[in-house]
Antibody, heavy 116, light 106 residues
């Protein structure tokens, strides 16, 4: 059926940049709506961004203007470029495949810690 | 943005009991109302999609119902592995999640 594996998380300082990756196997990221969803420590789930098969991209409030979602089709990989990060961006970031408007596959997540 | 409010925040029950979790939307939403289960240290897992359809491999003790603004996830007889956090999510507009209901062992 396939899987998703995120990478690229780590400890960064406020104002810095970080790029998260999500490599898919068993299906093509370009054929599906792909999402980033995050979860702050001890908190609930928050949608960050998505990218459609035709390339349209959308962002939730906290990400707008600072984050960029993209994909590399030959590498079958989804990215999230995070710029000007803030302490409140600290979270586990999940990539998720959206099929018929539901998230039917999730990666294990990658942890981002923003701290000085 | 459509706000989803889940209740209760915490539900304490014993194995074998029936669990009823609620998700209320601030405005009418279409059939794209889904439920996810999350265990500590794990990614969420799709349980119920489009209000009442069980995802692949989900046991029959899980069921979903509702319409308009009020939705319910029911677990007919709790098994030890069912104790987790449950989130509802809507896709009528920008995706939003409820704040979660923690189902804990009494």
């Amino acid at each position: 059926e396939g899987q998703l594996v995120e990478s690229g998380g780590g400890l960064i300082q406020p104002g810095e940049s970080l790029r998260l990756s999500c490599t898919a196997s068993g299906f093509s990221v370009s054929d599906n709506v792909m999402n980033w969803v995050r979860q702050a420590p001890g908190k609930g789930l928050e949608w960050v961004s998505d990218i459609y098969p035709d390339g349209r991209t959308y962002y939730g409030g906290p990400a707008a203007g600072r984050f960029t979602i993209s994909r590399d089709i030959p590498r079958n990989t989804l990215y999230l470029q995070m710029n000007s990060v803030r302490v409140e961006d600290t979270a586990v970031y999940y990539c998720a495949r959206e099929s018929m408007w539901k998230y039917d596959m999730w990666g294990p997540g990658t942890r981002v810690i923003v701290s000085s | 943005e459509i706000v989803l409010t889940q209740s209760p925040a915490t539900l304490s029950l014993s194995p074998g009991e029936r669990a009823t979790l609620s998700c209320r939307a601030a405005q009418n939403i279409n059939r794209f109302l889904h439920w996810y289960q999350q265990k500590p240290g794990q990614a969420p897992r799709l349980l119920i999609y489009d209000i009442s359809n069980r995802a692949t491999g989900v046991p029959a003790r899980f069921s979903g119902s509702g319409s308009g603004t009020d939705f319910t996830l029911t677990i007919s007889s709790l098994e030890p592995e069912d104790f987790a956090v449950y989130y509802c999510q809507q896709r009528t507009s920008w995706p939003t999640f409820g704040q979660g209901t923690k189902l804990e062992i009494k």
